[in-house]
């Protein structure tokens, strides 16, 4: 199924610090232990692990984030993760990140998101388009990619768009929360499209988030909520309620959550790997993806965190394709569906339309 890295495709649903590579993690952790900030030893075997629960995965980003709290493994982090998905053909990526703040490192929220516009800059093997485009009066056709022609090792540069959400972590406050909202809000000229609710599900409660998803949304921002990763179905009902322009997961949805999803025709991020190797789905035959595919309902499918559960779109395509019994036609229009749930402007959305049509016909 090679077809399935060659076509292109799109991630909605990818956190920056989950999709850190293998690597790239040792290397940084073993420079902490050489420092004497952790003890290497100890840590080695978790990063190596493969099957994690959700607990067990909360635990590695504690880990994750004490290696990559300075702004230049934040920088370096980003950058890999957009090559990575680039070289995978990959054409339009969200990325989210919780923006975090360390007095001690002197790092805000803004410096944060600073380090990873910087990450954004630096890719150099591929061509990466991440600030909204201005269509001047006049200048209809001007390009939404400079540089496209340049090569890389001699080969034509990939093309990718990039735009960011800011997630909120569910250990945050209220205000913390707000402060998050106003920093995308001020950075939507760099490529801030919207807002994440994420972090540990068994924490907080959703509701402290409310006010400043609100706000969010008056302002015009795109929200995504990760919705039903564990069982409690008031604050799935009450998610629904709120219509988000998307949500993640919806593993523990009840008969009544299933309906008001479907009427409302809220997308669906679905992140098959991360939801069977945290067990919130018990097997892939099992997989709500499948119901939902059959009533024709908005999705689209996602790596959630490609580092951690060990994964690329490429393999959840695969993962889909063969779990379901869905060809290259199928997937392609699976694939090219997606367009229409992304939170970029309409100048984007048609400029991908574009290059499906024309890897389409390659599908034929
Ligand atoms: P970061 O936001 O630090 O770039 O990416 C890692 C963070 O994303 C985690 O600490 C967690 O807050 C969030 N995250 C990653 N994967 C998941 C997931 O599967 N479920 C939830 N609820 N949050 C996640």
């Not at 499918?301 to 695969?318: A, I, P, Q, R």
Request: net charge negative.
């Amino acid at each position: 199924m090679d077809w399935c890295e060659s076509m292109p495709k799109i991630e909605l649903h990818a956190h920056l610090n989950g999709s850190i590579r293998d690597s790239t993690l040792l290397e940084l952790a073993r420079a902490l232990g050489d420092k004497g900030v952790i003890d290497f030893s100890q840590v080695e075997h978790v990063i190596l692990k493969n099957d994690r629960s959700l607990s067990e995965v909360f635990k590695l980003f504690d880990l994750i984030h004490i290696v990559t709290t300075d702004h230049s493994s934040i920088t370096r982090i980003t950058k890999e993760a957009v090559e990575d998905f680039a070289s995978e053909n990959v054409v339009y990526l969200e990325l989210r990140t919780t923006p975090k703040k360390n007095d001690s490192l002197g790092m805000s929220k803004r410096s944060y998101v600073e380090a990873v516009l910087d990450g954004l800059r630096a890719v150099s093997s591929v061509v990466v388009a991440f600030t909204p485009y201005k269509v001047e009066p006049g200048n209809l056709s001007s390009p939404l990619f400079s540089g496209v022609n340049d090569k890389y090792n001699g080969n034509p540069r990939k093309r990718i768009f990039v735009r960011l959400l800011l997630s909120i972590d569910r250990r945050e406050t209220t205000e913390a929360a707000m402060e998050t909202v106003i920093l995308a809000l001020e950075m939507r000229h760099f490529g801030v499209v919207g807002i994440d609710l994420s972090g540990n599900p068994a924490v907080g409660e959703w509701m402290t988030y409310l006010p400043a998803l609100k706000f969010a949304r008056e302002q015009g921002l795109h929200v995504t909520l990760h919705c039903g990763e564990v069982l409690n179905s008031k604050e799935i009902h009450d998610m629904l309620d709120f219509l988000p322009q998307r949500i993640g997961h919806a593993c523990f949805f009840e008969e009544e959550h299933w309906k008001r999803l479907k009427s409302s025709n809220i997308p669906v991020e679905i992140c098959l790997t991360s939801n069977i190797r945290t067990l919130s789905v018990p097997t892939i035959d099992a997989h709500h993806f499948a119901d939902l595919y059959n009533a024709k309902h908005p999705l689209v499918l996602c790596t959630d965190d490609s580092g951690v559960f060990s994964t690329c779109l490429s393999n959840e395509y695969k993962i889909a394709a063969s779990s379901f019994g869905l060809g290259r036609k199928e997937m392609f229009e699976l694939s090219k569906n997606a367009i229409e749930f992304i939170f970029a402007d309409n100048v984007v959305k048609g400029d991908l339309r574009k290059t499906f049509y024309s890897a389409a016909e390659n599908v034929e």
